[in-house]
């Protein structure tokens, strides 16, 4: 990657809209080659030797180091993409990079750089418009394949036809929000499934506690259980070995009493993010709490969410009105490690994923292709409408966006032809990253466009023909496109307007009352 990516002072004798226009090029191509079923990994390693491999755009947008101001805003369109349709950032990146050496060429044409964004401003609501022309209803079957399509590419592709069945099976079933997806290496793909209730990485403290607990009354606290730290540090002094142990047996009955404040709360299942004394632990144990240490903030909350538990700060103020509810927990094993399943749940509609493969790295990936899935499928059923994909929506887009532009007076039409002309950059990527000849499969595109049902027809990354997408099942949520063609225009349309790029003054400091000058 280019140092200039990284480093915002190293634009000397640049313009700030040649700085722009090269980072935005810059960041298409981090994740251009990553695109569609034939699409490429990046491997993102750490100073300590951490590594993540994918290709999924969003994760490589935030684990990526890029910190010039420009990238950051551009970040802006994955970030928003992934938050809105849960897929499509790749597309949006190497939208916004396509846009923008689109204006470099217009700027070299002497076309001011408002007409440029003004072009692109009407280019995009021409095209959102044209987007509510085009799709079909989504029905049980094309679900899945939303699911499929979405898999494709990625670790997760050989499988997919058994996850799609999952994720249509909890998308139907639940909300995103009461979707909890929890991975575990060291089984199969296969392996993988979904549950009514809620699945919780972790194991009770000592081995003594239960396995099961029935009619559970559930305490989160976000807190050490201990004695509070200011007490830990108060010097004693003591003259002989019975004062020692006196002030042992004094610290010990602390303790005790913290488990029996906690327990008259009428608990008997605990959720501790912290730690816990171990003193603390062994009574609880004797008293048949089953009690979980260390529990990620993501499992605190699914688990308040899931059963009503209100998750305290300080274990002090445990009371029962803060208790959470549910029919069964129960420690089941997964591969060589225990887990925490509850079931029976006041929230009925929580369901829970779990993701298996062999490695860690690849459990990671499938996890990440999961998320996407569901989040497309649960968008679909929302919005009730999926477009064909292999670049098929961004193909037609193009077409009737040309036609548009011979409609459109001044400069503004050469802004509005080369958004069209940009357009094109999906399904020529995908045909690149196919191993295929791009002109050939443009030139087979183009034709097949003019046909009555050519909205239908994207790249066959097998051999560069066009085919039916719908007829081949490849399909997606309408709003994916839509979201991209949008973010992508209001991000290059504010960049192509910035005329200089200065240092900000530092934020006000307490005490500052007023400018300086």
């Known amino acids: ?17 040649d700085v722009c226009i090269h980072i935005a090029q810059q960041m298409s191509d981090i994740v251009k080659h990553t695109l569609g079923p034939s ?14 491999i994918t290709n999924d755009g969003a994760t490589i947008m935030k684990e990526s180091y890029l910190d010039h101001p420009v990238a950051k805003v551009i970040m802006n369109v994955a970030r928003t993409q992934e938050e809105e349709c849960y ?25 001011h750089p408002t007409k440029i964004a003004l072009g692109y401003q009407m280019a995009a609501i021409k095209a959102e418009e044209f987007l509510l022309d085009m799709g079909i209803e989504a029905d049980e079957q094309s679900l899945n394949l939303v699911a499929q399509t979405a898999m494709t590419g990625k670790s997760a592709e050989i499988d997919k036809d058994y996850l799609a069945d999952i994720c249509v ?3 139907s079933a639940a909300s995103l929000d009461d979707i909890n997806i929890v991975r575990r290496p060291n089984g199969k793909i296969r392996d993988s499934v979904a549950i009514r209730g809620l699945l919780v990485n972790g194991e009770k403290c000592d081995h003594s506690m239960p396995d099961t607990i029935v009619d559970a009354k559930i305490g989160l606290v976000a807190a050490d259980i201990d004695i509070p730290d200011f007490a ?3 010097n004693v002094q003591v003259t002989d070995n019975s004062a020692v142990k006196d002030f042992i047996a004094s610290r010990k009955e602390q303790l005790l009493e913290i488990s029996q404040s906690i327990r008259a709360s009428g608990l008997n299942t605990l959720f501790c993010s912290r730690q816990i004394h171990p003193v603390i632990i062994e009574d609880l144990a004797d008293k048949g709490v089953y009690v979980v240490r260390s529990v990620t903030r993501s499992d605190m909350e699914a688990l308040s969410k899931a059963t009503g538990a209100r998750i305290i700060a300080n274990f002090d103020s445990v009371a029962e009105k803060d208790l959470g509810s549910a029919g069964l927990l129960e420690e089941i094993s997964i591969g060589d490690k225990p887990m925490v399943k509850i079931t029976k749940t006041p929230n009925e509609s929580t369901v829970s994923v779990l993701v298996r493969a062999p490695t860690e790295h690849v459990v990671d990936e499938v996890k990440r292709a999961f998320d996407d899935a569901i989040g497309v499928v649960s968008i679909a059923v929302e919005d009730n409408s999926i477009v064909p994909g292999g670049g098929a929506p961004y193909m037609t887009l193009a077409s009737k966006l040309k036609e548009y532009a ?29 191993g295929l000849d791009p002109i050939d499969a443009m030139i087979a595109l183009r034709q097949a466009h003019n046909l009555e049902d050519g909205w239908k027809f994207g790249v066959n990354v097998n051999d560069g023909t066009a085919a039916n997408m719908i007829e081949a099942n490849v399909v997606e949520p309408k709003r994916i496109a839509g979201q991209a063609i949008r973010s992508a225009a209001d991000i290059a349309s504010q960049l192509i307007r910035i005329q200089q790029i200065i240092t900000k003054r530092p934020a006000k400091e307490i005490g500052d009352d007023g400018f300086q000058y």
């Open 1 to 17: 990657m280019s140092e200039q990516v990284n480093d915002a002072k190293k634009q000397t004798g640049a313009t700030a809209r």
């Open 39 to 52: 699409g490429l990994d990046n491997m993102l390693v750490d100073n300590a030797g951490d590594l993540v």
């Open 87 to 111: 897929d499509g950032t790749t597309s949006s990146i190497i939208l916004t990079g396509e846009l923008m050496a689109e204006a470099k060429e217009l700027l070299k044409n002497k076309i």
């Open 169 to 171: 099976e909890v998308a």
């Open 232 to 234: 830990q540090t108060v």
């Open 406 to 434: 011979s409609t459109v007076g001044g400069r503004e039409q050469m802004a509005v032809e080369s958004f069209a002309s940009a357009l094109e950059v999906i399904p020529k990527t995908l045909a690149e990253n196919s």
